[in-house]
């Protein structure tokens, strides 16, 4: 099993950063593609990004692409979301998530899951 934690969530202003981190532990990090998801308040559960498990594909929502990077640093089991230029409707609660099945957008392909963490941006 792989067990995830993410941190590094909080209050930002519009138009500013923050960067999301989701350790990793248990079975070995380095062999799943990760993921984040975002859930706002009354809506479904949203793909954010993904990475790969060699970080050579990244795939990202449309409503985040030129702003938000994902990363990894399989040494430290941890998998990061830098988010710059950040919007009201950017706030939700940000999941880390891991798959076998490809670098998928696809939330039911995700096996594990943390419990989230945070993130409100006021305008």
């Known amino acids: 099993q792989v067990q995830l934690v993410e941190s590094g969530g909080g209050l930002v202003q519009a138009g500013g950063s923050l960067r999301v981190s989701c350790a990793a532990s248990?079975?070995?990090?380095?062999?799943?593609?990760m993921g984040w998801f975002r859930q706002a308040p009354g809506k479904e559960r949203e793909f954010v990004a993904v990475?790969?498990?060699?970080?050579?594909?990244?795939n990202y929502a449309d409503s985040v692409k030129g702003r938000f990077t994902i990363s990894r640093d399989n040494a430290k089991n941890t998998v990061y979301l830098q988010m710059n230029s950040l919007k009201p409707e950017d706030t939700a609660v940000y999941y880390c998530?891991?798959?076998?099945?490809?670098?998928?957008?696809?939330?039911?392909?995700?096996?594990?899951w943390g419990q989230g963490t945070q993130v409100t941006v006021s305008s």
């Open positions: 998530s891991a798959t076998l099945r490809g670098a998928t957008q696809n939330q039911w392909e995700y096996i594990y």
């Open positions: 248990g079975r070995t990090f380095s062999s799943y593609n």
């Open positions: 990475i790969s498990w060699n970080r050579i594909s990244t």
